[in-house]
C-alpha cells in the first residue's frame, strides 16, 4: 500500500510531490526486546525506554506512545518533504528488514492556528510508527479532522 494523505491533508498539500520525495533514514527503525522476551520499535527519542514495560503492556501502543518524533518548520512544503522522507525510510527499512510483519507509520500535521495570536506560528509534524498486532494498539481505521499522511502494509 502506498503513502496516504486523509481528506484534510489533500487540501493542504500536494500529493503528487509524494513520488518525487526521496526516503530520508535520519531516524532509523530500532528493534528492542522487553524483559519478556517480546520485540517492538523505537524510532527517535523513544519515550517510554525509562518505565517498566510489564508483561501484560500492549506493545502496539506503547509503540504509538513512545515513537513520537516531532519535526518543526517554517516552511509548509519543506516541511511536507522532509517528513515524506521520513515516512519512506520507515517504510523501506520495515519492508525490508522485517517483510513477513506489518506495521502503521503515521504523520499529523500542526498549522500552528490553534496558539494565541502573541505566539509565533509554528508548523510541525508529529510522526509515529507501531507494529499491528492481533487486538492490540490503535484501530488502523482511525478518522481525524487534522492532515494526516500514513502508510500500512
Known sequence: MDINLNASAQKEFDSTLISEIAPD????????????????????????????????????????????????????????????????????????????????????????ENLAEECERSLSFTLRLWKIREGQGPDENMDFDQPVIRWSN
Open 25 to 112: 533514514e535520519s531516524y532509523p527503525v530500532r528493534m528492542h526486546t522487553d524483559p519478556f522476551g517480546r520485540t517492538y520499535f523505537a524510532v527517535g527519542n523513544f519515550c517510554g525506554m525509562d518505565r517498566r514495560i510489564k508483561e501484560d503492556s500492549d506493545l502496539s501502543w506503547l509503540e504509538w506512545d513512545g515513537n513520537e518524533v516531532y519535526i518543526p518548520g517554517t516552511d509548509k512544503d519543506l516541511l511536507f518533504k522532509k517528513t515524506v522522507g521520513i515516512l519512506k525510510g520507515w517504510r523501506e527499512q520495515l519492508v525490508k528488514e522485517h517483510p513477513a510483519e506489518r506495521f502503521t507509520v503515521f504523520a499529523s500535521y500542526d498549522g500552528g
